[in-house]
Structures are given as structure tokens and as C-alpha cells.
């Protein structure tokens, strides 16, 4: 049995972290009414990841895994935190 150490922590991953980005992609190629800028981009990730709740799963884990929110709730969720980025946009 391996012991614990305080790096392990890098095994542990918010699977839905790479599905937000993976989904992002799709939805700016639909929503092209958006800024696109980094920092615009980076505030709709971060209120989308705060939004939805996280689904934590160890990397090396060669189990599927189970999808505890749709890809249609996130691309909503993006949505909504696109659409209140453009309201209170951070660029200059
Ligand atoms: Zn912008």
C-alpha cells in the first residue's frame, strides 16, 4: 500500500475544469457577438467554475467519468457569465 504525501494533491483534478474549456471553444463559435480578449475569456471561466459545482476525481483513475451536470447546463451557465461579462466588462 503507497503512503500519502503532500503532492498527491496534483493527482486530485475538478474534471470539469477542461469540460468548461472544451465547451467554451463550441460556444464562442456560435456566439460570435462576444469579446474574445483574454480577459473577458478568463472572467467567463472564472464565474462559470464558481457557478457550477465542482466534480473532483483522482487523475490516474482509469474509471469513466459519470457526468454529475450536463453539457447543456454548462453551455447555459457560460451563457449567463458571457452575458454579464459584456455587461461589466474588465478590458480596457
Ligand atoms: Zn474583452
Same mark, same amino acid.
Given at each position: 500500500m503507497a503512503k500519502i504525501n503532500i503532492y498527491d494533491v496534483e493527482k486530485i483534478k475538478n474534471i470539469n475544469e477542461k469540460r468548461v474549456w472544451d465547451l467554451l471553444v463550441q460556444f464562442y463559435e456560435t456566439h460570435s457577438e462576444y469579446c474574445t480578449c483574454r480577459d473577458?475569456?478568463?472572467? $467567463? $471561466?472564472?464565474i462559470t467554475l464558481n457557478t457550477i459545482p465542482p466534480h473532483y476525481q483522482v487523475s490516474d483513475d482509469p474509471a469513466p467519468a459519470i457526468k454529475k451536470i450536463s453539457d447543456e447546463d454548462i453551455l447555459k451557465t457560460i451563457k449567463e457569465a458571457a452575458d454579464r461579462v459584456a455587461k461589466y466588462p474588465h478590458h480596457i
Amino acid at each position: 500500500m503507497a503512503k500519502i504525501n503532500i503532492y498527491d494533491v496534483e493527482k486530485i483534478k475538478n474534471i470539469n475544469e477542461k469540460r468548461v474549456w472544451d465547451l467554451l471553444v463550441q460556444f464562442y463559435e456560435t456566439h460570435s457577438e462576444y469579446c474574445t480578449c483574454r480577459d473577458c475569456i478568463l472572467d $467567463v $471561466v472564472s464565474i462559470t467554475l464558481n457557478t457550477i459545482p465542482p466534480h473532483y476525481q483522482v487523475s490516474d483513475d482509469p474509471a469513466p467519468a459519470i457526468k454529475k451536470i450536463s453539457d447543456e447546463d454548462i453551455l447555459k451557465t457560460i451563457k449567463e457569465a458571457a452575458d454579464r461579462v459584456a455587461k461589466y466588462p474588465h478590458h480596457i
